[in-house]
């Protein structure tokens, strides 16, 4: 009896489902996207309707081959990747692939889940669908719209500033915001103002603070000490009387389930988790945690929603929880409902554990750490976001301070007594700033009746200073970003790993921070391209994206009118864009080798003084940094908060000693060996990436090493996994594998199977794919020598050898 065929995306989401759909069912994983625009050409017929040509991703030929095979035999292929616009695309380019042969009965259809439980999944199966093409069009729209955006701006940058740099559609916003805010910060002038404090003696204790409000019923600004002096001199010798006392009830309500934005923000908040990091681990609890005799179980429900709804089934759950654990008084007569925005994707739901029943500390013994801490916010979240309101008695008392100068002075206080802690016995909100609700808390009133007079104990002028607007952290980037309806939850890790990646900005005490790079390019993009990457317009082209998907516009159409645009903005930026390169900004500094001025230059490690006496005189110095300027000297890294966070991780870095002296340590070691010395810059952190690990299915990472970057396994020490960057040659020994270029222990480089030790064939001069025209040799060797570029025969009995094109560069 033939099998059904169902294709999900990792093999761990495969395991989970594979065991609630029994023996009639085959699942393997895709591994991610099969088939992407080529890397090394735009790939995009502009003429042709924007034409896109698709090439199956290197190293996933063998991979679609073995799914065809097991396609060949199954009476139906069901398509099961993530219900979002990446999962359908991912969907529409297998059925490409595994397009059945005409005549045959094998029907290709798509099932979608939001949570990997038994009962969604055989709903899900029980309501199979075609493939969505609105849904494979949004994604192709984007997809294209970034795709022409690198590879019509990025050259400009590479011509103008230095090679390698990039410009992003979504990206370059993002950098802009923090840009923008750099100099916001650099802008703001500092402004002078007093407050006046006193403290007065009621028949009852504690002392009642108090903090001057109104002069003659009028809100009083208090510029400077000497206005200060003159208010404390009217008060000298005055009456205080109460004038009101107001109790009223106030209500906290509860906050809703996480959507992907608010749990990159509260877990970057409370967990110190990059937004990267929480997505990689909350894929890891939607697709299956191993749970003992339960097997592989999804915790959490799909984790890329702009959706806060919550199924009736869930509602259920959580409210019989709620009911049984915390009793009648915390849950409210009918379930909370929460107000989606416009835009979401209402076919969702938010982000909440599969079942409420599996409380924490019940799966706390099957969990990694972080997964533990992540899991126990989102269990948290959830319940209190269905229990009752947090009640306070909010009190403000007023009184009256008649002044020597003739105006009357009110002061105030204000306190909050907690009366019923409702949802907050589980979950309370972070803040990014402290608010008056924190002040209230703190603040403990003395019993006090209207018309009773108070004994003066004491008065406190206090000078106070403007403060500028704060630095982005990674939440409250993302809570701006998703504000202005720039990008989409499934884009923010994304957007805030590749700035960083790209050297673009900095992030000191966890705080965003332009480089001189960052800056550089973001004014040149704004300059030459300022409505493309313009806040409005990017948050529009969202919305044009999400009309795509809803079937509301034509994708070509939406790509007619940004290429229209874009095209105008290039021929304009290739006329007129400055060119970095070649700037020369003069200067009052002399060379100290000659004594000619000196100017301000770009090179690659951003602005320099060169000597004008060049190429005579080659003298250059540092540009020294003012305070506050790009890179990190403006950065008062001994601020609260501004504490060092492990690059790789998250956990706090503490300080150690050792036989080099002292250095920053991850304090999860041994779990994480991160170190760095004082002084040193940032190590590059590691970058998470899409791709599985093909041994033990964790993700692989983009590392750095001492002989540069590679990538490898992210369960490493326990998986030793490398991925080798193969040259495209077949290993002439085994046949079965491709050849990667490796290094030596002194860092010469050779080339090896990508298979050893199975297989041992390793050169030294580089494999050409290409037999000896007279010897007949499996391949030839790339050989630079003084005498030119050669393909050469590496066998020793033949002579065969032919000049190749000079090397470039």
Known sequence: MSKSLVIVESPAKAKTIGKYLGKNFTVKASLGHVKDLPKNDIAVDVDRGFRPTYVVIEGKKKLIDELKKAAKDADAIYLAADPDREGEAICAHLQEELQPKRGSATKILRVTFNEITQSAVKRAFEHPRPVDAHLVDAQQARRILDRLVGYKISPLLWDKVRRGLSAGRVQTVALRLIVDRENEIRRFKREEYWSIDVHLNAKKAPVLKTELAKRNEKNIEIPDQASADAIVAALDGSTYTVRSVVTKEKRRHAVPPFITSTLQQEAARKLKFS????????????EGVELGKEGSVGLITYMRTDSTRVSEDALADVRALIKDRYGDQYLPASPNYYKTKKAAQDAHEAIRPTSAMRAPELVAKYLGEDELKLYRLIWMRFVASQMTSAVFDQTTIEVDAPGSDGSNYLLRATGSVPKFDGFLAVYEEGKDQKDSDDDELKNRLPQVEQGEKLKFKSVQP?????????????ATLVKELESDGVGRPSTYAAILSTIQE????TKPGGKFLPTELGEIVTELLVESFDDIFDVRYTARMEEELDEIEEGKLDWIEALTEFYERLSKDIAEAERSMRDIKRMEEPTDEKCQKCGKPMVIKW????????????PECT?????????????????????????EYCVNCGRPMVLKKGRFGTFFACSGYPDCKTTRQLGQAEKKPDVILDEKCPQCDHNLVTKQGRFGEFTACSNYPTCRYIKHQTIGVTCPKCGLAELSARRSKRGKTFYGCTRYPECDFVAWAKPINEKCPECGHDYLVDKVLKSGHFAECPNKGCKYKRELEPVAG
Do not use: N, W
Not at 603 to 614: D, Q
């Open 462 to 474: 206090e000078q106070h200073f403007t403060e500028p607007p704060p630095r982005f952290t990674e």
């Open 603 to 614: 090179g690659k490690h951003g602005k320099f003084l060169a000597c004008t006496g060049y």
């Open 619 to 643: 003298g250059t110095r540092e540009l020294p940094k003012a305070p506050g300027e790009g890179g990190e000297a403006g950065v008062e890294l001994s601020e609260e908060g501004a504490d």
């Open 502 to 505: 790209r050297e673009y900005v």
């Open 275 to 286: 937004v990267k990091r929480s997505m990689i681990i909350a894929q890891r609890l939607y």
